[in-house]
């Protein structure tokens, strides 16, 4: 997650305190959030900040605000999934950057990319339990204590458009792969540090409203659509080896799922959405 900045307004940083206790399961999905005065007691801050903190997060879809009754927790989003051939598998080299502007070949003589574009690393955070440290944990067939996280952010034309959140069942990580600010293709360097090669297993789509943490990383307002593509890739084997899910910014990107290959008689050719 991101850190704190000094700036951060009070009633944000009451908003991402109430956003981990409901991911901790403190407040869980369908639950009525405590009263405002009992909240202003709990975190000592008055009942305009906590009712400031309250609509930030029901612009981030995380509570409903239901009038004359209470403010509930939301239900996470149901998963709809769909079936691919297997044998259209290709290796996972990290699409993303290659589908994204950022490697888009530059002419010759042309200017290159904005400095600071493409993949850094923004924290290593500890692996504590949260809802997508489960997720990812089920999906990886392991415990949260065996699992290491990065999060990164793609930047393009000299803004984040993407954050990315890896975790693989490896601990500890190279300290190289953890330092802020580190660039590269984290799914190339990931693969790297554990000595295999990976393969997609499944990748799931969908859109959601960026939480407070995504808001403050992609310079967005809370509630901005967000694409967001997850999934497990695996070794040749099938054994899961690496969980990722990337929320990229909908103002900029969509994704498109090809049934012939790209420039085929469909027409359906271009390499500039993310997928």
């Known amino acids: 997650m991101a850190t704190h900045r000094s700036d951060t307004p009070l009633y944000r940083r009451l908003a991402r305190q109430l956003q981990e206790r409901i ?44 009038r004359g009754v209470g403010t509930f927790v939301r239900p996470p989003a149901v ?14 080299l990290g699409s993303v950057h290659r589908a994204l502007p950022l ?7 042309a200017a290159g990319t904005v400095e600071g574009d493409g993949e850094a690393v923004v924290a290593a955070p500890a692996v504590g339990g949260c809802a997508e440290d489960d997720e990812a ?30 975790w693989v069942p490896t601990r500890p990580l190279p300290a190289e792969l953890r330092r802020p600010g580190r660039p590269g293709n984290m799914v190339l360097a990931l693969a790297g540090a554990a000595g295999v090669e990976l393969e997609y297993d499944w990748r799931a789509f969908g859109a959601i409203g960026a939480d407070l943490a995504d808001a403050e990383l992609l310079g967005v307002p809370p509630g901005t659509p967000l694409l967001v593509r997850e999934g497990v890739s695996c070794t040749p084997d099938g054994t899961p080896a690496l969980y990722v899910r990337r929320r990229i910014d909908g103002s900029s990107a969509r994704f498109v799922l090809h049934y012939r290959e790209p420039g085929g008689a469909d027409g359906a050719g271009g390499s500039g959405p993310a997928r």
């Open 23 to 66: 991911d901790a399961g403190t407040y869980p999905a369908g639950s009525r959030l405590p009263s405002e005065p009992e909240l202003s007691a709990d975190f000592g801050v008055n009942r305009l900040t906590v009712r400031q903190a309250v609509a930030e997060l029901e612009r981030a879809a995380v509570l409903e605000i239901r």
């Open 79 to 92: 998963r709809v999934s769909i079936a691919v051939d297997p044998r259209s598998q290709r290796f996972d």
């Open 103 to 109: 490697d888009t070949p530059v002419p010759e003589g």
């Open 137 to 166: 944990a089920r999906q990886l067939g392991c415990s949260v204590g065996e699992l290491s996280r990065v999060d990164t952010v793609i930047r393009i034309g000299g803004r984040p458009r993407v954050a990315n959140s890896y």
